[in-house]
């Protein structure tokens, strides 16, 4: 039986409190295995921050369907564009998320939870689902934080390969869908008024 590895927060946090600017393939480079876990967790954490959500919430929501795409496809590493890796971090906000993060997702570290490799097909299923959710621009409350909060967990259920929280996030994703879904006509509204601003 394999050891259970170890939490890769504590290496997330020594590369964002290094001196000096880092990249994004720096990152993924110190990831190695865990490069799927890390980059939900990256492309979910700036939706959370008020304000920030707003525009990155669409680019992020597709970057996370294509990143569950190749997950659900069996690939062992993902596809980043170099110049995607190129990109400079911002890491006193990413910081400030993911302690914030932390320190919600400490309730759900409970003693005995089991740790083991997840189907990482079905993962890759349930993060391109919520990254279309993310993608969507729905104007109701929580829109964007709501799926964001569920990537992140189903990132971190990646990086320390727990189970538990995947079901979480599961249940999480089918709550969500069922939010936007009760919530259709208001949201078709808002694509129309949307639309006729645009034309006229």
């Known amino acids: 039986m394999s050891p259970a590895p170890k939490p890769f927060f504590e290496t997330l946090h020594a590369l964002l409190d290094m001196e000096g600017e880092i990249t994004l393939g720096e990152l993924l480079d110190a990831a190695g295995e865990q490069t799927y876990g890390l980059l939900t967790l990256l492309l979910s954490l700036p939706n959370l921050i008020p304000g920030l959500n707003i525009g990155l919430a669409p680019v992020g929501g ?7 795409a190749q997950l659900a496809w069996g690939e062992s590493h ?3 564009p170099r110049r995607v ?7 006193g906000r990413i910081k400030d998320a993911l302690a914030k993060f932390e320190f919600q997702l400490n309730r759900f570290r409970w003693r005995g ?5 997840l189907n990482h097909r079905w993962m890759g299923a349930l993060i391109a689902w919520t990254g279309f959710l993310l993608a969507l621009p729905v104007p109701l409350p929580f829109g964007n934080q709501l799926p964001a909060a569920i990537l992140c967990l189903l990132g971190a259920a990646l990086l320390e390969e727990r189970p538990a929280w995947a079901w979480i996030g ?8 069922l939010y936007f879904a009760s919530s259709f006509g208001l949201i078709l509204r808002a694509f129309t008024k949307a639309f006729h601003a645009l034309v006229h």
């Open 62 to 68: 597709i970057g996370l369907m294509a990143l569950g």
């Open 78 to 80: 993902p596809w980043v």
């Open 85 to 91: 890796q190129t990109q400079p971090i911002h890491k």
């Open 113 to 117: 939870a089991e740790q083991r490799p």
């Open 170 to 177: 599961a249940a999480g994703t089918f709550g969500n869908t």
